[in-house]
């Protein structure tokens, strides 16, 4: 996989896609770049600082309490304000979602999965996975989150023309579990969440990664 905006999938069939499935396509903020200014800029300083004092670094609460992420957390103040308060697009990329946690605590323990490839993370919200992708020895990788394109053909193709591996985390969701691609995944592994993900999320109890198998 290229790392670059205009990514194809790989022709020698050694590349990986993740996937954490989640609702809709957000914004990406954790490596300082801002979604509505020009390919190649940074996040203006103003709305950085806003950021940095309103979410907090942290690695506490999930799988992977290696990896630091900058997120919303309930020590933060719009954790109890109403949502319309927040002055920007929806902070999705500041939680810490479940599918992702899986996603993320499989590779690192399971480095030879990624080591030595390219990764394309689909979906990558707050950039957990392609962090543990890249603490686990991925060669290249892109962290992707506002892809039109994530479908489930989009998929199938990558899968049968270039043999492009695809993983999948999700903690059991109703879009997903009544979706048709349930038909062609394989379960790899299923984590028990931490009762704070689990306070965070509705009462989830579990998040599984799923090989995608059409």
Same mark, same amino acid.
């Given at each position: 996989?290229?790392?670059?905006?205009?990514?194809?999938?790989?022709?020698?069939?050694?590349?990986?896609?993740? %996937? &954490?499935?989640?609702?809709?396509?957000?914004?990406?903020?954790?490596?300082?770049?801002? $979604?509505?200014?020009?390919?190649?800029?940074?996040?203006?300083? *103003?709305?950085? /600082?806003?950021?940095?004092?309103?979410? !907090?670094?942290?690695?506490?609460?999930?799988?992977?309490? *290696?990896?630091?992420?900058?997120?919303?957390?309930?020590?933060?103040?719009?954790?109890? !304000? =109403?949502?319309?308060? #927040?002055? +920007?697009?929806?902070?999705? #990329? /500041?939680?810490? #979602?479940?599918?992702?946690?899986?996603?993320?605590?499989?590779?690192?323990?399971?480095?030879?999965?990624?080591?030595?490839?390219?990764?394309?993370?689909?979906?990558?919200?707050?950039?957990?996975? &392609?962090? /543990?992708?890249?603490?686990?020895?991925?060669?290249?990788?892109? &962290?992707?989150?506002?892809? $039109?394109?994530?479908?489930?053909? #989009?998929?199938?193709?990558?899968?049968?023309?270039? =043999?492009? =591996?695809?993983?999948?985390?999700?903690?059991?969701? $109703?879009?997903?579990?009544? +979706?048709?691609? %349930?038909?062609?995944?394989?379960?790899?592994? *299923?984590?028990?969440?931490? *009762? $704070?993900? =689990?306070?965070?999320?509705?009462?989830?109890?579990?998040?599984?990664?799923?090989?995608? %198998?059409?």
């Amino acid at each position: 996989m290229a790392l670059s905006l205009g990514w194809k999938a790989p022709r020698n069939g050694c590349g990986l896609l993740l %996937q &954490a499935m989640r609702s809709g396509g957000v914004p990406l903020f954790p490596c300082g770049r801002c $979604p509505w200014r020009g390919a190649g800029s940074f996040l203006d300083p *103003e709305i950085k /600082a806003f950021l940095e004092e309103n979410t !907090e670094v942290t690695s506490s609460g999930s799988l992977t309490p *290696e990896i630091q992420l900058r997120l919303l957390t309930p020590r933060c103040k719009f954790w109890w !304000e =109403r949502a319309d308060l #927040w002055p +920007h697009s929806d902070p999705y #990329w /500041a939680i810490y #979602w479940p599918g992702g946690q899986a996603l993320s605590r499989y590779l690192l323990d399971n480095p030879d999965v990624v080591r030595g490839k390219s990764v394309l993370d689909l979906g990558s919200g707050c950039g957990a996975t &392609a962090i /543990a992708a890249k603490m686990s020895g991925a060669s290249r990788i892109l &962290a992707n989150d506002i892809d $039109p394109n994530s479908l489930h053909q #989009w998929l199938k193709k990558c899968f049968w023309t270039y =043999r492009t =591996r695809v993983l999948i985390g999700d903690p059991g969701r $109703p879009q997903f579990s009544g +979706h048709s691609i %349930q038909h062609h995944l394989h379960k790899v592994v *299923e984590y028990s969440l931490l *009762e $704070p993900t =689990r306070q965070e999320n509705s009462g989830l109890t579990t998040s599984t990664v799923w090989d995608f %198998q059409p």
